[in-house]
């Protein structure tokens, strides 16, 4: 503080602070009223006449939570069944703040009923003691994946792309990630496929972002997701390689969920109340249409791409699509998606908006009004490409004497695109992608973009080094875990250039394509799912490297020993005590690791279909056999998920009389902790005889429940980059929706 501010401060009386440590009376609550606002859509003639009353007062309420359970995890029916026997119930009748809640009830129009609704604003959610329980399971079950947080209109743009899982798809503006998440879902709708053909590039201008971005993937633990930074408006074409040809990556699928002014997220960000003006929209209108051109030129024919902003305004939606149509010439033409997702009440697009003087032809793309769901209010269209962007239209192959009289002609029309914002491929630099450096490719290194050609932002990410075929490192992990003839091991990847590697990290062959042809011109911030860890003494159990948990379903397919089969008794023994010696398991585990050397093992679980009151998906946990015992290596929030799915209760109330810590609810709670009491001794006796000391990240529930669930993890698996970035970020995860 300088010293003129410092005596002005000095004259000035301090202000009485209340018991909370802020100011007394707080902030000065914002008025949510604006008559520009108002004075604009009257005239705009939005809302159907007789529902403005019923508009307004919708925006002035506070946005209900909304939940998605994740589709493409094998035990979603299980989260499903979970929710609505226990948790849901667990609320009716409930009165917080002289409300009634609300049973919550499923999104009439997303599928197989795996997202749902309540009355309950995230501001009561969070702060009510009635809800603790309810919040702590959300928290918990969104930290390992199976639940995201997600607003209801934000979940309608993946649907509408109708994703397959061979499609090839660009997220352009990708952050915080939710959106993402869903794709990543649709690509691996068949569980029995481990490595789908379809991949999903996740794009963010800001650098701070995409490390959201990858918290957010990273929950599902997906081989074909990667992260990159740049300008959606100028992201770099980048080449595959098809039949032994390197060619142009023309995407399947693209979601373009532009920035925009947001008014129709007023119900959560009410701010926006005294900060709207149509300036907003008039200054974003060209950034926008932009990033939609960028985005048709990268899509391929038959391709579709899905515009949408939070926007309710004429400028942002329509008229870009309006534009972007008139641009194509007939290239792209708007999906009538009137008959999907049924049940989502809409309105049609305008065709004529009054302050900018556009009018279209077109009605297909749709609008949700906040009223007539109680959602927020949001703007999809979707586009179809037919044939190539005008500009981007290749003139015959002229014969050799024909060629020179026309360069003078070719740079003119280079130019003359590049002014108007439409680059043609080859000034895109499409010729030159396969002039990469020599050292960018030498032993499979794909590290960030030189400095002369990107100006990097951010933190500086490791490179992503492949495994060469004459690596010593693999032969041990195949002999050890007797890995199938098939698996890809030329799809294994460190972050280390230079000396030991520590961790090693797996891609889809597809990923690892785009990584390899495009590291000259690509800032990758991250991609892989970690799936062996070096072991600090594993050289004297046979292997190196140990399993890790995050990429175990990807891995399980190929692994053809060091298998035991778990009954339900066990699952819970391993996952409430940190060291169970073997007798307290069951018979048949102990003949299975009897002749079975000591390591890193798989824990699996089979469902009994003649048992349908129990657990009924399979389980596959990393685990530790030691000399006279069995560790499982599961991080806490994954250990409380599969607690919960077979009954368990897990759950830790805080004490709010005394503040003299906390106190379990329930007397499944007390024989959990009953169980971790035991677990410590146990810990201590076998930690020198087992050649593993338990980590931080996976001790046992009975050691410490969900006292801390809002908390992060350490993780070993990202770079140490990452980890800053996800620790100054992390704490407003929670709060984020759409």
């Known amino acids: 503080m300088g010293r003129r501010q410092r005596h002005k401060q000095q004259g000035q009386p301090k202000r009485e602070r209340g018991p909370g440590g802020w100011p007394e009376g707080g902030y000065p609550e914002i008025v949510k009223e604006n008559a520009l606002f108002e004075r604009y859509y009257t005239e705009l003639g939005l809302v159907p006449d007789g529902e403005w009353g019923r508009f307004m007062a919708a925006l002035r309420e506070p946005l209900p939570a909304t939940l998605r359970i994740t589709g ?64 702590h399971f959300l928290v918990s079950e969104t930290e390992c994946g199976n639940i995201s947080r997600q607003e209801a209109v934000s979940m309608i743009p993946p649907l ?9 798809i660009l997220d352009l503006c990708a952050a915080p990630g939710s959106k993402t998440a869903q794709l990543i879902e649709m690509l691996h709708a068949d569980m029995s496929i481990p490595f789908p053909e379809g991949f999903v590039i996740a794009n963010d201008v800001d650098n701070k972002r995409c490390y959201l971005l990858v918290h957010q993937a990273k929950r599902l633990n997906s081989p074909c997701i990667m992260v990159v930074n740049h300008d959606a408006s100028s992201i770099p074409n980048l080449q595959v390689t098809i039949n032994g040809k390197k060619e142009i990556l023309f995407y399947d699928r693209i979601l373009c969920d532009v920035p925009c002014s947001g008014d129709g997220t007023m119900r959560k960000n009410i701010d926006v109340w005294k900060k709207w003006t149509t300036q907003n929209s008039l200054q974003l209108h060209g950034l926008q249409l932009r990033i939609a051109t960028r985005g048709v030129e ?24 309006a534009s972007l149509l008139e641009k194509s010439e007939g290239a792209l033409e708007l999906a009538d998606v009137s008959l999907e997702l049924p049940g989502l009440k809409r309105m049609p697009g305008v065709t004529q908006w009054k302050h900018t003087q556009g009018s279209s032809s077109e009605f297909e793309d749709l609008r949700i009004l906040p009223h007539h769901q109680n959602t927020g209010g949001f703007f999809v269209a979707v586009l179809i490409k037919k044939s190539p962007m005008p500009w981007n239209r290749r003139p015959p192959k002229l014969p050799l004497s024909q060629k020179t009289e026309h360069v003078a002609q070719s740079s003119e029309a280079v130019s003359l695109g590049t002014a108007e914002g439409d680059v043609a491929p080859e000034a895109r630099g499409e010729d030159s992608l396969g002039k990469e450096g020599p050292e960018s490719k030498k032993h499979g290194v794909c590290g960030p973009p030189p400095t002369k050609k990107m100006k990097l932002f951010g933190f500086k990410e490791d490179p992503f080094v492949f495994l060469s075929e004459e690596d010593p490192l693999f032969s041990p992990i195949q002999a050890f875990y007797a890995l199938d003839p098939s698996f890809p091991r030329m799809n294994l990847l460190t972050r280390t250039q230079e000396g030991k590697k520590k961790q090693l990290y797996m891609v889809s062959k597809e990923i690892r394509d785009v990584l390899l042809n495009n590291s000259e011109k690509l800032k990758v911030i991250n991609t892989g799912i970690k799936v062996w860890c070096r072991n600090s003494d594993g050289e004297q159990f046979g292997c190196a490297f140990r399993l890790a948990q995050e990429g175990i379903y990807t891995l399980y397919p190929f692994i053809n020993a060091r298998i035991v089969i778990i009954s339900l008794g066990d699952v819970k023994v391993l996952l409430t005590e940190e060291n169970p010696f073997l007798s307290k398991l069951g018979n048949e585990v102990q003949s299975q690791v009897k002749e079975m050397a000591m390591g890193s093992i798989v824990l699996k679980y089979e469902p009994d279909p003649k048992q349908p009151e129990t657990l009924q998906c399979s389980v596959v946990l990393c685990g530790w056999l030691g000399k006279t015992s069995i560790r499982a290596f599961v991080p806490k929030n994954e250990r409380l998920h599969y607690l919960r799915m077979m009954g368990v209760e897990v759950f830790r109330a805080k004490r709010k009389e005394d503040g003299e810590g906390k106190t379990g609810v329930g007397t499944a709670e007390q024989e959990v902790e009953d169980l971790g009491c035991e677990a410590k001794e146990s810990a201590q006796m076998e930690e020198q005889s087992n050649g593993q000391p338990a980590p931080e990240s996976v001790r046992p529930i009975g050691v410490e429940l969900e006292n801390n669930v809002e908390g992060h993890l350490p993780s070993s698996d990202r770079s140490e980059s990452t980890q800053n970035m996800e620790s100054q970020d992390s704490a407003n995860l929670s709060d984020i929706q759409g």
């Not at 849901?88 to 009634?100: A, H, S």
């Not at 990268?298 to 699509?321: D, I, K």
């Open 72 to 135: 493409y995890k094998s035990h979603a029916k299980e989260i499903l069944h979970c929710l609505k026997n226990k948790y849901f119930k667990e609320l009716e009748n409930q009165v917080v703040d002289g409300q009634r809640i609300e049973m919550p009830q499923p999104l009439s129009w997303y599928p197989e009923e795996l997202a749902w609704h309540t009355n309950l604003s995230r501001k009561v959610l969070r702060k009510s003691p009635q809800l603790e329980k309810f919040h």
């Open 160 to 168: 509408l792309l109708d994703v397959q899982p061979h499609h090839k």
């Open 298 to 321: 990268q899509l391929a024919e038959g391709g579709r791409m899905v515009y949408s902003t939070c926007s309710l305004n004429p400028v942002e939606n329509e008229a870009v699509v």
